[in-house]
């Protein structure tokens, strides 16, 4: 346990501004997780470290960057185009 809260602080300075710190822990938690029992207790905190970084960075890979917020005139916007209105003919 102490291993995975060492890991988690330790990936969180790294990958500050950069992953969110409740990101880092569940890549990690998932990490801990699929080690568990495969790997020596010994071997256990480098090989969880080096197992959670890579993911992290493979994460930072493929998102870049945290998606933008929407706000919700932009998403008013982007379901209503600005077309204008059709108006009433005369009779």
């Given at each position: 346990m102490q291993s995975?809260?060492?890991?988690?602080?330790?990936?969180?300075?790294e990958f500050d501004g950069i992953v969110p710190p409740e990101r880092v822990?569940?890549?990690?938690?998932?990490?801990?997780s699929d080690l568990t029992g495969q790997v020596h207790t010994e071997a256990f905190p480098e090989?969880?470290?080096?197992?959670?970084?890579?993911?992290?960075?493979?994460?930072?890979?493929?998102?870049?960057?945290?998606?933008?917020?929407?706000?919700?005139?932009?998403?008013?916007s982007a379901v209503e185009p600005d077309v204008a209105k059709p108006t009433a003919r005369p009779a």
């Open positions: 995975r809260h060492h890991a988690a602080e330790r990936l969180a300075t822990a569940s890549i990690v938690l998932q990490a801990a090989l969880l470290h080096r197992l959670a970084h890579y993911r992290l960075e493979i994460a930072v890979e493929q998102y870049p960057s945290e998606p933008p917020t929407v706000s919700t005139t932009d998403v008013h």
